[in-house]
């Protein structure tokens, strides 16, 4: 299948999602007029691909995300319940929780993700600034 | 006219405010404001916590204006296309050591009532319980009004360091207006 890329803009993040090297990732800032519009590409695209994906199959998703407002909150708890729910039927995914080190909402938001899901391998990487 | 403006701008000062806007607000100008906050508060050697937390409040205040403001202006250039820009205040102060945030727009006397409720909730919760009421919210479907989630207020009074501050003061019968505070 296609990958998927949607470049950065000030409101929303970069995503690059390789069917082919099983790496999925979002970068940047969340938090676009119209969450629902700008993530429908992005879930029907993961749909997709988890459809197809071979039992067993590793994939490792990176999340990076600065900042995310509210509603961007709600679609990565969707896309976690979505990856959670592949992870329980067999694939092996690990998602990485990339958070700046003194951003300590971004660490309790990875914190309470990890404690929701069982299947989902979920790692809560600091970040040192650059 | 002119003098009044200094007025205003002494009021400003007075009450600790550095940054106010007052108008029509568009999904580009958050993000400008985000950054020349951003930038500012650098220079004052704001943890980078408090700084995305002042940007998070921002963030959520515009947009609730973008979205949900009665007070607009409409533009039908065709019959489908209409252009819409929702008009509100934001602004940001420095007092007792920590940032605040205020904003404010019209609203509608109809939904005052079930704002006021919902917001008096989450002024009486603490921080645990608000982190749990985040959580179980972010599982429901929004309520069909809404245009996001429907977590903005709780993502707030979440982040705010003390417990959030409300008025709607009657402007008619058909509208009043709505001000918030959250400090961070």
């Not at chain 2, 940054?19 to 650098?42: H, R």
């Amino acid at each position: 299948m296609e990958n998927l890329i949607i470049e950065e803009t000030k409101f929303s993040p970069s995503i690059v999602f390789d069917g082919e090297k099983h790496s999925l990732s979002i970068t940047g800032k969340s938090y676009p007029e119209n969450t629902s519009v700008f993530y429908a590409p992005v879930f029907s695209w993961l749909e997709d691909y988890i459809e197809k994906l071979d039992d067993n199959q590793e994939v490792g998703v990176n999340i990076e995300l600065i900042y995310f407002n509210s509603s961007s909150s709600k679609v990565l708890l969707d896309f976690f319940d979505i990856l959670d729910e592949a992870a329980e039927d067999g694939k092996s995914i690990a998602v990485n929780w990339i958070y700046e080190e003194d951003d300590e909402d971004s660490l309790e938001f990875g914190e309470e993700f990890k404690e929701d899901y069982e299947s989902l391998t979920f790692n809560l990487v600091e970040k040192k600034p650059e | 006219m002119l003098t009044d403006l200094y007025k205003f701008k002494q009021d400003l000062n007075r009450q600790g405010i550095f940054f106010c806007f007052s108008g029509p607000i568009s999904q580009n100008l958050v993000s400008e404001i985000g950054s020349i906050l951003e930038q500012k508060m650098g220079l004052e050697k704001a943890s980078r916590s408090t700084v995305l937390r002042v940007f998070s409040m921002v963030v959520e205040k515009a947009q609730n204006i973008i979205h949900y403001s009665a007070e607009k202006y409409i533009d039908k250039k065709t019959d489908r296309d209409e252009i819409e820009l929702r008009l509100g205040i934001i602004a940001v102060g420095y007092e007792n050591n920590h940032y605040f945030v205020l904003c404010g727009n019209k609203i509608h006397n109809k939904k005052a009532g079930k704002l006021k409720k919902k917001l008096a909730l989450l002024q009486s919760m603490n921080k645990e319980e608000l982190k749990k009421y985040y959580r179980e919210q972010r599982k429901k479907e929004p309520d069909k009004e809404s245009k996001g989630a429907g977590l903005g207020f709780i993502d707030m009074a979440k982040k705010a360091n003390k417990p959030i501050e409300f008025d709607f003061k009657k402007i008619d019968d058909e509208m009043s207006f709505f001000s918030m505070k959250t400090v961070i």
